[in-house]
Structures are given as C-alpha cells and as structure tokens.
C-alpha cells in the first residue's frame, strides 16, 4: 500500500501563486509516476501534471503547460505542484496519485481543495 499526504491548497487571488506537496510513503518502489489531477463542480476528473519518477519526464495539460510545474523531491517521496497565474478555471479539489508500472493509478490523495477568485 503506498499512502498519499497532501498540502498547500487554499483560497488566492486570480493571477496569485500556490504550491501544492504530495507526501508519499509505504511501499513506493513501485511508483512509474506521480501526477496531480483536478475536479472541479460539476466536472470529471482530468490529469493536470505527471512526473516520472525514473527519468523526471514531464506532462502537463493543455490549460496549464507555462503556469504550472511539477517537480519531485527523491529523497523525501515528493512531488509538488507550483500554480502560478492562477485563473478562476483552476478553482478545482486537487488529487495526488501514484501510477505503477502496469499504468494504472492505484492510490490516491485525500485532495485539496484551491480557489481562484476573480
């Protein structure tokens, strides 16, 4: 089981700056990937960032690619999310996930949630 701890959301601003963290513990040697996802009212869940854990390889979502970073602390099993120029559209619960290698995300985060306000 690889458990997931999540932080760093709350209320800012439009073009204001947040920084999400992932905490993840247990058995993560499995992990191919982390990603954050987003689930906004109303709307499915769609993937926002992904990392790679072995190669640091990134993706990011058409609406996010030169606002938001993903970033990932070996040492620590952690991944962060820096949002900056943050939009109302962004106003969403944020999940971490971990993808193993058969490419299934099998564990989750509680979410968090972020608010944009215009």
């Known amino acids: 089981q690889v458990q997931l701890v999540e932080s760093g959301g709350g209320l800012v601003q439009a073009g204001g700056s947040l920084r999400l963290s992932c905490a993840a513990s247990g058995r993560t040697s499995r992990t191919y990937a982390m990603a954050w996802f987003r689930q906004a009212p109303g709307k499915e869940r769609g993937l926002v960032a992904s990392i790679t854990w072995s190669t640091g390889s990134t993706y990011y979502a058409y609406g996010v690619r030169g606002r938001f970073t993903i970033s990932r602390d070996d040492a620590k099993n952690t991944v962060h999310l820096q949002m900056n120029s943050l939009k109302p559209e962004d106003t969403a619960v944020y999940y971490c996930?971990?993808?193993?290698?058969?490419?299934?995300?099998?564990?989750w985060g509680q979410g968090t949630q972020v608010t944009v306000s215009s």
């Open positions: 996930a971990v993808q193993e290698p058969s490419g299934l995300y099998n564990y």
